[in-house]
């Protein structure tokens, strides 16, 4: 704020003073200098600026054409008027950096995220030391009131942890020990000692607030084709400018009279209002996106957001829970403990469906006893246990290692059971459809987008059964990673496609879409590095809400522009023909810009 402030009191200083010139308008010389003060004090940082860019080869933007306006008033006495111009583009731009700033603001207090001292645990000492010097393995205590400072696994101690500032859920979450935790919750009730699997620069909130900051790095197709129209319409100006005086005057008219006109013109044809609005407009549709619980990493993927037409889905961890639960084990031979051996087999897995297996089981496994010899992704696994080879997998899995099995017919997922050559029998694995899953599909098509999709690995007829009741006519089922890819990379030759997965198995898929949306990707790095937008919150009807923001922010910035150019080019064509007046200019450059920007507030408050 200390920019914002240093510019409030040049704006003020050079408006007491030229507010005093109207005190010495009978003493010339004061008359003259206190305006000539004014426009120094309001002027000096534009002029520094031009200069700059007159060293980096950039000879034509819009402070080179407010310098030659207000010089060129200068010259033919017009000094309130050059006050007055340089006046009211340092008025707009501060109330765009004001706007700037408080959208800033309003980012940085909902990622306020970290503590910069963490309470570690030496042997039997507490030590208070700066976060930073914490390392992976470090165990620290959290006490109630305090942010939790690292990412980590509880160790001891039970608890209520406010998860707003991640997740958005205002419902404080109960924790026990053996539960990951992410910095950036807040510690409610209890004491917590937990041990770290972060460092201060990898953690959950140092990745969400550098996301944050570096979220408009990239310029949108709209702001580059800002840059390059101000190239190319700054020195036409200029050249039209010095035509509009030399002329004329050749022809024996007043060389003051058209020179007049002639900066006139230069002050309409400034660019304020395209400069300062456009990145305003984005830069308020991330601060508007981030309140929401949407991070959005530029402007960039914002716009490219306002422009899809397709959607597609994975299915496990997107439109389900992703919590799987074994219902059902059928072994053909009972004294085979099915279940345990797929306990052991699965063990080491770290996927979802493995996971499940072995939190079923429920009892403690000696992993020394297992020995994992084959996994395929999306198929299955191969392992030793009790000197026996176990294959455990889907139907292709078995097939392909010349297993003859008895498909199952079921709603779930199958796990078959066998050895080399006897088949054991089957674990049926189900998933729930996340609650909003289906009201926020409704709401995606309510808005214009019904080309949606669901891929998935899973049979054919558990991804039919789920698309049919949460409304996608369109899925593909049995499909490994590679597969995804490829189906998502076809789809792109035609259509802006939106992606949507857990973040951590569809970064492949992610990158090859237009866009990538990762579903409650908090602690994962895989989901902020792959994706271009992380919903913090595990909910589905935030997708359609990020739409809408990015549509709504692109009609007010296309707005603003159309404005923009529409007013300037009535005003330019009365300079050109010698009916606009300096103050009309200043007036309708000024006012356009000022419009603009309370315009792109619109994109804060608007109801979507």
Known sequence: MKKINSDFLK???????????????????????????????VSFEIYLHAIHNLKEKEFFDENILMILATIGAFCIGEYKEAVVVMLLFQIGEYLSDMAVHHTKDSITELMDLRSDTIHLLTKDTLETVPTKKAKIGD?????????????????????????????????????????????????????????????????????????????????????????????????VIVIL????????????????????????????????????SVPLGFFQGIGRCSREGILVKGSNELDHLSTIDSIVFDKTGTITEGNFQVTEVNSFHPKNNLLKIAAYCESFSNHPIAKSIVDFYGKKIEKKEVTVLQEESGKGIKAKYQNQIYYLGNERFLTENKIVIHPVNKIGTIIYIATKKEYLGYLVISDQIKENAKSAITQLKRIGISNLMILSGDHEEIVQDISKKVGIDHYFA???????????????????????????????????????????????DVTIEASDIVLMKDDLSM????????????????????????????????ALLGYSSIWMAILADVGVTLLSIVHTFMIRIKNL
């Open 478 to 524: 049995s499909l490994l990673p590679q597969d995804k890819v490829n189906k998502v990379k076809e789809l792109t030759k035609n259509h802006q496609v939106l992606f949507v997965g857990d973040g951590m198995n569809d970064a492949p898929t992610m990158k090859v879409a237009t866009l990538g949306v990762a579903m409650g990707g908090i602690g994962s």
């Open 139 to 235: 165990l620290f205590e959290v006490r109630p009131g305090e942010i939790i400072p690292l990412d980590g696994i509880v160790i001891k101690g039970e608890s209520t942890l406010d998860t707003s500032s991640l997740t958005g859920e205002s419902i404080p979450r109960n924790i026990h020990t053996k539960e990951m935790v992410f910095s950036g919750m807040v510690n409610l009730t209890s004491v917590l000692t937990i041990q770290a699997t972060s460092t201060y620069e990898t953690s959950t909130a140092s990745k969400i607030i550098d996301l944050m900051e570096h979220s408009n790095d990239k310029k949108t197709n709209t702001e580059k084709f800002i840059t390059k129209f101000s190239k190319v319409y700054t020195p």
């Open 11 to 41: 704006i003020v200083s050079s408006l007491l003073l030229f507010v005093l010139s109207f005190f010495f308008q009978k003493s010339p010389v004061l008359y003259f200098l206190t305006l000539l003060f004014s426009y120094l004090i």
């Open 543 to 574: 997708i359609p809400k990020a739409i809408q923001i990015s549509r709504f922010t692109r009609m007010i910035v296309t707005y603003n522009i159309g404005f923009a150019l529409v007013t300037k080019g009535i005003v330019l064509l009365l």
């Open 241 to 276: 400018a010095v035509l509009i005086t030399v002329i004329p005057t050749l022809f024996g008219s007043s060389f003051s009279h058209h020179f007049y006109h002639a900066l006139v013109f230069l002050v309409m044809s400034c660019p304020c209002a395209l400069v300062i």
